[in-house]
């Protein structure tokens, strides 16, 4: 059975660095890409980019380069997406997903629980 | 950047009338790379229609899409109660990009 395992709620203030977590099992973690997801409170979804496990090649929506970063260790098929100085404007639920690559090329097919992260003061 | 438009924004139904969801894109998809993801409150989303058309695993028959180019439409054929959610169209063409939803009411 596919999962993708996401850390639990994180509350920080302002400025403060942050790493989040997405654990993979029930497939092959170096075959896929791993894409994230932000949904800011009773908003929409936004594709934020993803990376491949296997070679840690990374893309970026414009919107986000530059303001997050992604990673992953394939020793223990788990995916990060982490923020060096957090802002109020953060505060959103994250999803991380698998993408699928060959045919259907691009396609999220499974979810993450998503992790609730909340910047105040 | 491919932009698509959902509409309607809220659609309100009985159970047993038919859901019909139109999502546009800005520029014609090729291969018809068109998702529809379904998200019920306080859930993540999940996958229900890839390829336009194609079902994902253990979707009810009652959901079909449809649509080429730059117009898709993903249909619930007999609402039921449970299909109260908000329903995202995704490109996955050109990078990606979301539509910004459709929330269909079960009365």
């Known amino acids: 059975e596919v999962q993708l395992v996401q850390s639990g709620p994180e509350v920080k203030k302002p400025g403060e660095s942050l790493t989040i977590s997405c654990t993979a099992s029930?497939?092959?973690?170096?075959?896929?890409?791993i894409g994230w997801v932000r949904q800011m409170p009773g908003k929409g979804l936004e594709w934020m980019g993803f990376?491949?496990?296997?070679?840690?090649?990374?893309r970026y929506s414009p919107s986000f380069q530059g303001q997050v970063t992604f990673s992953a260790d394939k020793a223990i098929s788990t995916a990060y997406l982490q923020w060096s100085s957090l802002t109020a404007s953060d505060t959103a639920m994250y999803y991380c997903?698998?993408?699928?690559?060959?045919?259907?090329?691009?396609?999220?097919?499974?979810w993450g629980q998503g992790t609730l992260v909340i910047v105040s003061s | 950047e491919i932009v698509l438009t959902q509409s309607p924004g809220t659609l309100s139904l009985s159970p047993g009338e038919r859901a019909t969801l139109s999502c546009r894109a800005s520029?014609?998809?090729?291969?018809?790379?068109i998702a529809w993801h379904q998200q019920k409150p306080g859930q993540a989303p999940r996958l229900l229609i890839y390829?336009?058309?194609s079902r994902a695993t253990g979707i009810p028959d009652r959901f079909s899409g449809s649509g080429s180019g730059t117009d898709f439409t993903l249909t619930i054929s007999r609402l039921e109660p449970e299909d109260s959610a908000v329903y995202y169209c995704?490109?996955?063409?050109?990078?990606?990009?979301f539509g910004q939803g459709t929330k269909v009411e079960i009365k």
């Open positions: 997903s698998r993408v699928l690559t060959g045919t259907s090329r691009g396609l999220i097919d499974y």
């Open positions: 029930g497939f092959s973690f170096t075959k896929y890409w």
């Open positions: 990376i491949f496990p296997d070679d840690s090649d990374t």
């Open positions: 520029q014609s998809l090729s291969s018809s790379n």
């Open positions: 390829g336009a058309s």
């Open positions: 995704q490109q996955y063409g050109s990078s990606r990009t």
